[in-house]
Structures are given as C-alpha cells and as structure tokens.
C-alpha cells in the first residue's frame, strides 16, 4: 500500500463546477498536507498546504483534513479551463521529505 | 531571471551511457532536491542535500549519484543508464529543511533511455 493515494482520474467537470479532489494517507505521524499543481510538461507548484485537521481556503480554493478517516481534500469553486492540470496531493515529514500521491488530472471544459 | 533551472530539458541516449543533469537555484535556499516523476506521474524524492550535506537518500541504486558543489547547485550523474531509468527528472529547493519549508520545483528533465 503506498502511504498516499489518489485516484489518477481524469475527473472532467464543466466550466463553472465545483472540482472536489481526494486523498488517502496512512502515516498519521506526520500532520502537514499540500496540494501542487503541475501544468502539462512543467514541475510542480504549491496551491496550498494546510495542518491537522479543518478547513483552509485560498479564494476559490478550499483545502479539508479529515484525520479520523485520513482523508484529504481539495475543492476548486467556479472551476476554470485554466484549473484543468494535474493535481498533487503530498504529506510532508522529517527533514521536509514530501511523500506524493499519483496525481489526479482534472480536465475543465468550456 | 528563472528561480530553479535545470539543464538539459531533453535528453535521449543509450542503454549503458553515463550522462548528468544540472540543476541551479538563485532563490538563495540551503536545500535541494532530486525527484523522480515515472510515467504514470508518480513524484518520488530520491535525494536531499542541506547546504551541500546530503540529508536524504532513499531507495536509489548507487547508479545514481548527486553532487552538490555549492549550496545553489545540485547535480545527478547516472551511470550505466537503464530502461528504467526513463523518466522526468525534477530538482527542487527550499528554505530549509523544517516540515513547512515550501518547495520550489524546476521546469525538469526528460530523459529517455533507449
């Protein structure tokens, strides 16, 4: 079992939906969350981070720790075509190591 | 004025070659980092340095090798390269090494091993 998962998708929604994206992790030791995003053929960059459990949002974003179930998440309002890429979802840990799930690609239609 | 730079951006050559790739950061963070991000976009850390002493060393064959000459550089040499080896390669760099130091990630390197 890897220590997080995602569903590699493609989740495709149209524009203007609400994009809700999930992981699983199974490390509890380490309580700090990311989302990345990385376009086609580019490296990866921060969306958002967030620790232990709650909410946390970022204009059209909103990122949720669930860490009874181990469960993370990431809302997207309003989704745009500009939004469709991969979707990252990391756990960080010792010494700044970031374990990443597979990424899901989302894909917004006009 | 690029933050993580990574040289080359291609790269194609032949099973058993040794080839490097280079990596530079003018962001003046202590840390960097190799990933490795496989064709199914899995992004697995292979190696993290702290100014210049390495810090993390996962699971990697020793054909790998970082070498990091100065805090805003960090290179991968590969020897003897494998099929498996193709792959895009990413450097990052951040702050330091605390849990919540943002990582900056380079525009990577794919390489392709035939």
């Known amino acids: 079992q890897k220590e997080v998962e995602q569903d590699p998708g493609p989740l495709s929604v149209p524009e203007g939906a609400i994009v809700s994206l999930n992981c699983t992790y199974s490390n509890s030791a380490f309580q700090y969350f990311m989302w990345y995003r990385q376009y086609s053929r580019k490296g990866p960059e921060l969306l958002m981070y967030?620790?232990?459990?709650g909410n946390k949002e970022d204009g059209r974003f909103t990122a949720q720790v669930d860490k009874s179930s181990k469960y993370i998440s990431l809302f997207i309002r309003d989704s745009q075509p500009s939004d469709s890429a991969t979707y990252l979802c990391?756990?960080?840990?010792?010494?700044?190591?970031?374990?990443f799930g597979g990424g899901t690609r989302v894909l917004v239609k006009p | 004025d690029t933050a993580v730079s990574q040289t080359p951006k291609y790269l194609v050559t032949q099973m058993g070659n040794d080839k490097s790739i280079k990596c530079e950061q003018n962001?003046?963070?202590?840390?960097m980092y190799w990933y490795k991000q496989d064709s199914k976009k899995f992004l697995k850390i292979m190696f993290s340095?702290?100014?210049?002493?390495?810090?993390i060393n996962e699971t990697v064959p020793n054909r790998f090798s970082p070498k990091s000459p100065d805090k805003a550089h960090l290179n991968l040499h590969i020897n003897s390269l494998e099929l498996g080896d193709s792959a895009v390669y990413f450097c990052?760099?951040?702050?330091?090494?605390?849990?919540?130091?943002?990582?900056?990630f380079g525009p990577g390197t794919r390489l392709t091993v035939l």
């Open positions: 990391a756990q960080g840990a010792a010494g700044n190591k970031l374990t």
């Open positions: 967030t620790y232990s459990s």
């Open positions: 990052a760099s951040s702050p330091g090494t605390s849990g919540t130091d943002t990582q900056y």
């Open positions: 340095y702290n100014n210049k002493e390495l810090i």
């Open positions: 962001l003046g963070h202590d840390t």
